[in-house]
């Protein structure tokens, strides 16, 4: 249903090019679309809170396994980054059950992702 008070973003992630048939190559690609509402509430803001506090104490609490996660998402290996994001706890269900909700996290990064990017091409 269409609602004119949000804002969708579309996030999309491709793995490696992989050959497919006669030399052509594709990439499997996933996209997700947030419907993200015109005013946050402060209970969105309470909840992103929370998911930066649980992202910080994974972070330190298991350094190795959160860059193995990263890697995975860069090499596009992603049912391996899906399986180490579980084992670490990293799943919107741990995240909600902890008094956050991973979609205001991924909303933030995506409008920092906007913030930070280049707008000058010179």
């Known amino acids: 249903m269409e609602n004119s008070n949000q804002t969708k973003f579309t996030l999309s992630l491709a793995g490696k090019d992989t050959d497919v048939i006669a030399g052509l190559s594709a990439a499997i ?3 997700l679309q947030l419907n993200i509402p015109l005013e946050v509430s402060k209970e969105a803001i309470t909840r992103l809170t929370k998911d930066c506090e649980i992202l910080l104490v994974t972070i330190q609490k298991d350094p190795d396994g959160v860059q193995k996660l990263l890697s995975a998402i ?3 290996k992603f049912e391996t980054a899906a399986e180490i994001g579980k084992s670490l706890g990293l799943t919107e ?3 909600v059950d ?3 909700g991973m979609m205001w996290l991924l909303a933030l990064a ?3 992702a906007i913030l930070l990017w280049p707008r000058d091409a010179n």
């Open 98 to 100: 902890k008094g956050g």
């Open 74 to 76: 860069a090499e596009g």
């Open 110 to 112: 995506v409008g920092a």
């Open 93 to 95: 269900a741990e995240f």
């Open 29 to 31: 690609q996933s996209s």
